[in-house]
């Protein structure tokens, strides 16, 4: 609790021991009068003031005007008790207000409590702390065991543990080594290693998670825009309906004005939106940040809306559904060759190339390679190499034939990498870019949360998407497209797509336009291009792709609580609004129809905070 919760916490308790102490004294007349307006003035005065002021500035109908009529009403037809007690109860729901607002942004606040306070920079061979956006790219910085990193980059020299759970939402912590990239946000747990900063402080990690945080409330939701419009034009008619209470009631009743002014104010007070101009804000402010516990980053409480209602899901292939990255997955031996020869053969014929089918072998290969040997790289074909003085070539069937080896074609779908040796083929290596092992759950807990439908959009080969889409259970493919192909075909979706919204999911660069097509562009937040996480409305900040059904699951229960707020809120104060223009309803009625129904529908938007 802050020292300003604290202060009115105190007030709230001294006039409640006033309040009670004038009701049970006899007092009479204005000695009765004095006694419970001053109790009113040391509780309602800050609220009478806003009421002022805000008159002033143009804001006339808002929650603090409701309160001020009504309590002076009260007191003007004698009700000295109920002023004061409407006064008080009213700065118990602020007090509940601002605390639970406050738990709320504390809560986010601290999950997003990753900007770094400063970078270590060796200069003179002293480290010297410095602001992280000074440090330029290029630049070697120290993280010592228990700082923050502060910038984006490759480590250069050490190893260590670093925790990635504020980015992530992932508890594991992973290990780093000389060449690793390492982000800014994280905590280095164990060791101190030197890193190479690869991006300036403005484009690293931790700042662009920072701004989307914080920009994310500029984007309201639907019903956000609606409670806030409604409000505005709520209010006035509400009054314009208090005073028809108390001028025409009397006419057809013939009861004392007294009467129906007192029921007039009870109206005022009953009418008072704000239940739903706090709580429905205050939801979907938790959605974002129980979202972003789970290290799902919504840029927007609008998105909440189209990601409760998606129908289709659509993915990129490549670094989506699979690794995006080549490795061995199987080697076949021919002509009296076994495995292990091949594959050291084709290691060793690769031990200098950079090209990623070559990396891949290479990394394969847990033994150790030849180291004499003299290679001459063919482009577009693969590799001749001269090793313990026999030639060994390792490519496509093209350098096969050139070199006149005699061998029968693979027509695996995936790459092939052949092998010879001394002018034998002795066996083919096949390569892949592998499907993640989380994808397969991904996809079938989306259909278990309602999604209709998956689609595949790829520029891979058709029997290669066809394959992750079977292996997957993924409904439908489009393969061999260029990035302009893929909005092409995604905006037929749309157009198709009937009552609902259709999802894009995708991490590169040539996924950008299709993420800004889509309903909801999600990106894949750790490793994906800065174009992809730029153009996405949510960033999947551990790349899971699992986290899709997550953004869906969080943004249902998110709506489900502000559909659960608005119809509480309104049938509550519809029966009492009833009650108070016919005379039935009391003071203590109209307050809890007021103050009680928002502290309950804010504490029941606070359940957003807490996502499993």
Sequence with gaps: MTNKQKKILKKIIISFILFITASILPFEGVVAFVAFFAVYLFIGGDILLKAVRNIFHGNVFDENFLMA????????????AEGVFVMLFFQVGELLESYAVGKSRKSI???????????????????????PATVRIGDEIIIKAGERVPLDGIVVDGTTTVDTSALTGEAIPQELSKGDTIVSGCVNLSGTVTVKVTKEFGESTVSKILDLVENAAMKKAHTENFITKFSKYYTPFVVLAAVCVASIGPLFTGDAFSVWIKNALIFLV?????????????????????????????????????????????????????????????????NGYDKETVLKLAASAEKYTLHPIGISIRESYTGTVTDDIETTEIAGKGIK????????????????????????????????????????????IIIADTVKDTSAKAISVLKDSGVESTVMLTGDKEEIALTV???????????????????????????STQNGSVIYVGDGINDAPVLARADVGIGMGAFGSDAAIEAADVVLMDDDLNGVAKAIK????????????????????GIVLILGAFGIAQMWQAVFADVGVSCIAILNAMRTLKTK
């Excluded at 390792?394 to 010879?420: C, F, H, T, W």
């Excluded at 709506?559 to 104060?573: D, G, P, Q, T, Y």
Aim: glycine share 8%; net charge negative.
């Design 69 to 80: 009529i009504a309590t002076i009403g009260a007191f003007a037809i004698g009700e000295y």
């Design 109 to 131: 606040t601290s999950l997003m409590n990753i900007r770094p306070d400063y970078a270590n920079v060796l200069k003179d061979g002293e480290l010297v702390a410095v602001a």
């Design 270 to 334: 009953v009418s008072c939106p704000c239940a739903l101009v706090i709580s429905v804000p205050m939801a979907f402010f938790g959605g974002i940040g129980g979202a972003s516990r789970c290290g799902i980053l919504v840029k927007g409480s609008n998105y909440f809306e189209l990601l409760a209602k998606a129908r289709i899901v659509a993915l990129d292939k490549t670094g989506t559904l699979t690794k995006g990255k080549f490795s061995v997955c199987e080697v076949i031996a021919e």
């Design 385 to 428: 190499a001269e090793v313990d003085g026999k030639i060994v070539c390792v490519g496509n069937i093209s350098l096969m034939y050139d070199e006149k080896i005699e061998l029968q074609p693979s027509d695996d779908a995936r790459s092939v990498v052949y092998v010879s040796y001394d002018g034998i083929y002795i066996g083919r």
């Design 469 to 495: 889409a079977e292996e997957l259970g993924i409904d439908k493919v489009y393969s061999s497209l260029l990035p302009n192909e893929k909005v092409n075909i995604l905006e037929d979706i749309i157009a």
């Design 554 to 573: 969080i943004s249902k229960k998110t709506l489900a609580i502000v559909h659960e707020n608005i119809v509480f809120s309104l049938a509550i104060k």
